[in-house]
């Protein structure tokens, strides 16, 4: 049972970079879509951007120029960058894996989320 | 980007009663590329329904998607108290994904 676990710190100051990391138990990184994915207090999801495991990322454009998401296999880890954060990219942010094989799942696991709060 | 409008935003039924909720994109939905998660308070949301109609491992037969190019809809055809929640659609077929706003479904 793939698991995954998002970790970093929960508190980041305005204008400081966001950086979180997801470790992957149970399963390989290989062969899949590694997205994050994240939800403001009280509102709904926002998907941040995908990394698949060879490399090859795809971001959500209205964060594009703030973001980065690398993967090291070696870890069964991937992770995220948010730079120049302010108070509206405080949120819960999931790590999440997009399912292409044999079917197309969409994302068939989550991780439980970690809040961060933006904050001085 | 796709646009999804989910409605109702809320929906207020009784255990037992049926369940009908809507989403709408605002272009064709690729290939049916198309989910449905429920999310309880506190929680990770959880997959549900993908390719617009098919249920994911461990999901009851009550849930049940249909639709395809702009229009999908999730029933639940017999409420159980723990089906009381916020329900997303997402599709998955184009970039960047995206999600509807939701739709919760409380206790009359």
């Known amino acids: 049972q793939v698991q995954l676990q998002e970790s970093g710190p929960g508190l980041v100051k305005p204008s400081e970079t966001l950086s979180l990391t997801c470790t992957v138990s149970?399963?390989?990184?290989?062969?899949?879509?590694w997205n994050w994915i994240r939800q403001p207090p009280g509102r709904g999801l926002e998907w941040i951007g995908y990394?698949?495991?060879?490399?090859?990322?795809n971001y959500n454009p209205s964060l594009k120029s703030r973001i980065t998401i690398s993967v090291d296999t070696s870890k069964n880890q991937f992770s995220l960058k948010l730079n120049s954060v302010t108070a509206a990219d405080a949120a819960v942010y999931y790590c999440?894996?997009?399912?292409?094989?044999?079917?197309?799942?969409?994302?068939?696991?989550w991780g439980q989320g970690t809040t961060v709060t933006v904050s001085s | 980007e796709i646009v999804l409008t989910q409605s109702p935003g809320t929906l207020s039924l009784s255990p037992g009663e049926r369940a009908t909720l809507s989403c709408r994109a605002s272009?064709?939905?690729?290939?049916?590329?198309f989910a449905w998660y429920q999310q309880k308070p506190g929680q990770a949301p959880r997959l549900l329904i993908y390719?617009?109609?098919s249920r994911a491992t461990g999901v009851p037969d009550r849930f049940s998607g249909s639709g395809s190019g702009t229009d999908f809809t999730l029933t639940i055809s017999r409420l159980e108290p723990e089906d009381f929640a916020v329900y997303y659609c997402q599709q998955y077929g184009s970039s960047p994904r995206t999600f509807g706003q939701g739709t919760k479904l409380e206790i009359k």
């Open positions: 390719g617009a109609s």
């Open positions: 990394i698949y495991y060879t490399g090859n990322t």
């Open positions: 272009q064709s939905v690729t290939l049916n590329y």
């Open positions: 999440a894996r997009e399912n292409w094989n044999y079917a197309a799942y969409g994302v068939d696991v």
């Open positions: 149970g399963g390989s990184i290989s062969g899949y879509y």
